[in-house]
């Protein structure tokens, strides 16, 4: 499911370019956002896909080295144990997974493509992890799991040539690669043997909750922003908002709108969630400089009475 920083984090960005006239109208702003959330929802599938493409890979070299002028006994009689990867077998299987990647425009075949699958799949071969994997010849659902684990991890997380192929691809996809992969390796984690093609990968949001808290984060903090550029010009002394980043202003405002109408989300959760966006998405000092104007803000709202927060453990 899409968490609620990257709901957060989209909200932003579509702010942002409403701001700079890229949306005409909030409705046309709601329409981009949720086609933004649908992206991230297509790149999870797209990512379960190159998975499985090195996986598939693996076994077209296998059947190549039959193939040779002089083949070796090694590659006459292969060992399989890596391409039989049980749980990669469930996820192309899956039902959901084919009925989404049905939607991708994109496939992992063309030549840059292929070249970094290759680079990818002999990355795994090198790593001691593989060698002690297949090494060992007893052969178990965990260990299979183990496998795609490790190679989440410490090959496709945060790796830059992953990155910089889906950036080429699709400009929207940049900022959720990484959390793409996390989601893939919660959803191996859980697969089970028993599990068939009926097994639910991913959902865009976790409850109709989330979807009402991305429509009205983002609709009802445009149509209220002037507003809030009014109280933050009251709070910031000897400066012109004019000469802050845009980046800052869209998250105070967010933030702002958040404190005040989203009963159920603590302030401390918001000011934390929007100060770590904007060690991301904005200036060094921006963190600080946003985390001081909300204390000062929220003080002001607390002795005025104007932050409800309902539910156990929600008043801070």
Not at 151 to 166: C, H, M, P, S, V
Not at 281 to 297: Q, V
Request: hydrophobic share 40%; net charge negative.
């Amino acid at each position: 499911m899409i968490s609620r920083r990257l709901i957060r984090i989209k909200v932003l960005q579509t702010f942002y370019s409403y701001r700079l006239e890229g949306c005409k109208s909030v409705s046309e702003a709601e329409k981009q956002l949720f086609e933004s959330i649908d992206r991230v929802y297509g790149l999870f599938f797209y990512l379960t896909s190159l998975l499985i493409e090195i996986f598939d890979f693996a076994r077209w070299k296998l059947e190549q080295g039959k193939y040779k002028l002089l083949p070796t006994e090694e590659d006459l009689n292969p060992n399989t144990k890596f391409i039989d990867n049980q749980i990669i077998q469930q996820l192309k299987e899956n039902l959901q997974y084919n009925e989404g990647i049905k939607k991708i425009a994109y496939k992992w075949n063309d030549e840059a493509d292929r070249e970094l699958v290759k680079r990818l799949y002999e990355q795994i071969k090198k790593s001691d992890f593989y060698k002690e994997y297949m090494a060992n010849e007893q052969r178990s659902y965990q260990e299979d799991k183990k496998m795609l684990l490790f190679i989440i991890e410490k090959i496709l997380l945060y790796n830059e040539d992953i990155n910089d192929n889906l950036e080429e691809k699709s400009i929207f996809w940049a900022d959720s690669v990484d959390y793409g992969w996390v989601v893939l390796h919660k959803v191996i984690s859980k697969y089970s043997i028993g599990d068939d093609m009926r097994k639910s990968l991913f959902v865009k949001f976790r409850s109709d909750e989330d979807s009402i808290f991305a429509r009205e984060l983002l609709t009802k903090s445009l149509m209220r922003q002037a507003q809030y550029i009014q109280i933050l010009e009251d709070h910031i002394a000897n400066w012109d908002i004019s000469r802050l980043a845009q980046t800052d202003i869209i998250i105070l405002v967010l933030a702002l709108h958040e404190i005040l109408y989203f009963e159920e989300v603590p302030v401390k959760v918001t000011m934390d969630e929007y100060i770590e966006i904007a060690k991301h998405y904005s200036t060094a000092k921006s963190p600080a400089f946003i985390n001081g104007i909300l204390d000062k803000i929220v003080k002001k709202f607390r002795e005025e009475n104007l932050i409800t927060k309902t539910g156990k453990g929600l008043i801070e």
